[in-house]
Nanobody, 116 residues
Framework: QVQLVESGGGLVQPGGSLRLSCTAS????????MSWYRQAPGKEREWVAT????????KYADSVKGRATITRDNAKNTVYLQMNSLKTEDTATYYC?????????WGPGTQVTVSS
């Protein structure tokens, strides 16, 4: 079965950086594009970034463009999200999944809190 496990979140001051990781299993990871999403308290889940199956294509939401970098290591079945210049509005739980249609099973997410 599909398993997605996110990690790397934490408490960081505005302007700081974090590197999020998502390790996947249960499917042929290297053949799927992967995405990061986030959900802030009281808000709907929103798309953050997508990377193609071979890392050739990346796309970003306007809210993180220029501050986020999505990468992947197919040998490790892992997708990463480097977030720099973090803002308080980046506070959310971050999840990975494939682009629409997403896998039905979501991971637990990793909490990112940006606060001074």
């Amino acid at each position: 079965q599909v398993q997605l496990v996110e990690s790397g979140g934490g408490l960081v001051q505005p302007g700081g950086s974090l590197r999020l990781s998502c390790t996947a299993s249960g499917f042929s990871f290297s053949t799927y594009a992967m995405s990061w999403y986030r959900q802030a308290p009281g808000k709907e889940r929103e798309w953050v970034a997508t990377i193609g199956s071979t890392s050739g294509t990346t796309k970003y939401a306007d809210s993180v463009k220029g501050r986020a970098t999505i990468t992947r290591d197919n040998a490790k079945n892992t997708v990463y999200l480097q977030m720099n210049s973090l803002k308080t509005e980046d506070t959310a739980t971050y999840y990975c999944n494939r682009p629409y249609p997403s896998f039905a099973s979501w991971g637990p997410g990793t909490q990112v809190t940006v606060s001074s």
